[in-house]
């Protein structure tokens, strides 16, 4: 037999639903700040996904707008260092939102390459160096030591975007050795040590480098 429910009874579960209904709305997810992804927790609907998904694209358009002022003004190019740089940060940012990671890597990815794309659009100077963020392992240095070599080379203007995205495939790879091992690491290391060596072409055959003058 169901028993019938006491008049306290029926009191303590109006309460409790209450409770749950004012936590409920409590704990609904505010929409994060402008350019910023949703916390890991909450990629779980088409809206959150949606609404990451629209920041990635409008950082893409800024990068092209960029491109295409340094294309009719003589303006930072994808050729120029740093902006081939803030689209190799929003290239492994992305790759890492869709592949599921959970650390805060894509959003400390992202925001590398906002600063960077911030720093273009003001025309001011953008930050140096290349952080290992999320507590990135720093693997080759041998690979760090050339890309730093490549600096000082009269045909660093043809090597500088690939020497960019090799940096930053390096702190890719650094990320993937301290979330899963050098397994996981290795595919990004592979793609540094490609970049490093077009890097290299690009610097020798540069007009103006002592090997183009050769030919």
Known sequence: MTQTPTKPMLLRSLALG????????????????????????????????????KAFEALQARVQALNDRGRANDGPAVADYHLAKAQCWLDVSFHEYTRNDRSSFPQVALGQAQRLIGALEARGMPPEGTPLVNDAARLRPDLWAEAAALRMHRGWRCAAPQAACAEVELVHAGHEYRQLGWRHAVPYIRLAEQQIAQARAAAEGCEGSPAAERR
């Open 18 to 53: 209450s409770c749950a209904l004012l936590l409920g709305a409590c704990a609904q997810p505010s929409p994060p700040p402008a350019g910023a992804l949703a916390p890991p927790a909450e990629r779980i609907s088409d809206r959150a996904i949606h609404a990451d998904l």
